[in-house]
């Protein structure tokens, strides 16, 4: 059974993909609208990890849409809700077995509620795998530790695949640096160097 | 990291150890009250996937109390739901460094809501991990049939270490096999036999 796994560089991604590894043909996919360079570090991400990687080209109205709301909200909770589940539509629609993510049993973003999930599956004839649902936050952090090589740093200084970094500069480019830091406020990410 | 997961001998308490394997040093156990055979069978099944085994005592008043409330209900979900909430506290006090069982996305019962997950990791210092609320039904069926070797048949005849065996026998022995079959509607059990 082969699965994609929407897949963004960081480490929730990466740990979802080592975790369905033993049981699936994994291939990462990055969907982006090309607004930023998120395909390019996805795919040298996925090459480090050792998948086979694929860009899905995402509508650049969805993004754009999604940037309105995040400006109107002043917040990216919702934008990227939004996006996140575009995607898995989108995912799902294509030639895989399996689509999954990096969703976390403690996140608050994104969030995929069971009937969206049984929904999704019904529709396209696939399985949605959300594999760190089943972890929580402490669980997933010693999971990361003892398995991934994990690079981290602010988000506007560690270029990623993941829908912030397209969100981020649709913001700059079309509200300014400012609206940016009112949108997002400052936090860490990480970016995955490798397999430990 | 060693993880202690709650083991029937069922296909999905097999599953999660399996998802769970390459990650974990893995220990399957049974919490039983010696009502049943419950971890003759349990041990049995462990042996045939490969993992290590330990039997839990339980308190017998647990088992009975929640036979008490099966038989005031007439049917299992409340009675089967506290025996589990139980038996995961007393595993998370055992000297492990992760709890885990075989709860699914799509089950009624049991089910774990993260307010509860994370307050037992609190209290306990434990993580709790329910590998297969991250797969849905259509997966896990094609998971158990890619990598496990099971029997399946109606409750009555398939000897295993649930929770349902031990309260089954505790309703025959005090109500007489009649409430037995007016509790427990028939449904097919599987058991399992090793992995493929």
Chains 1, 2 share one sequence.
Do not use: W
Request: glycine fraction near 8%.
């Amino acid at each position: 059974m082969d699965a994609a796994v929407c897949f963004s560089g960081g480490k929730d991604s990466s740990l979802a993909a080592l975790l369905l590894d033993p049981f699936y043909d994994v291939t990462l996919v990055c969907a982006t609208a090309g607004l930023a360079d998120s395909a390019v570090h996805a795919r040298e991400a996925a090459g480090d990890l050792g998948f086979p990687f694929e860009r899905v080209e995402l509508e650049e109205s969805v993004v754009r849409e999604a940037t309105e709301q995040v400006v109107a909200d002043g917040f990216p909770r919702n934008g990227i809700q939004a996006i996140h589940e575009h995607v898995l539509e989108e995912v799902a629609g294509l030639d895989y077995d399996a689509v999954a993510d990096g969703t976390r049993r403690d996140d608050r973003v994104p969030t995929i509620p069971r009937a969206f999930a049984q929904s999704l599956e019904d529709r396209h004839g696939v399985d949605y795998l959300s594999p760190l649902t089943g972890f929580g936050r402490g669980a997933v952090d010693r999971l990361v530790e003892t398995h991934l090589d994990v690079e981290s740093g602010p988000s506007e200084q560690l270029p990623k695949g993941d829908y912030e970094a397209e969100i981020r500069a649709v913001i700059a480019e079309e509200y300014g640096p400012e609206t940016v830091s009112e949108c997002f406020p400052e936090h860490t990410q990480t970016r995955v160097r490798g397999r430990r």
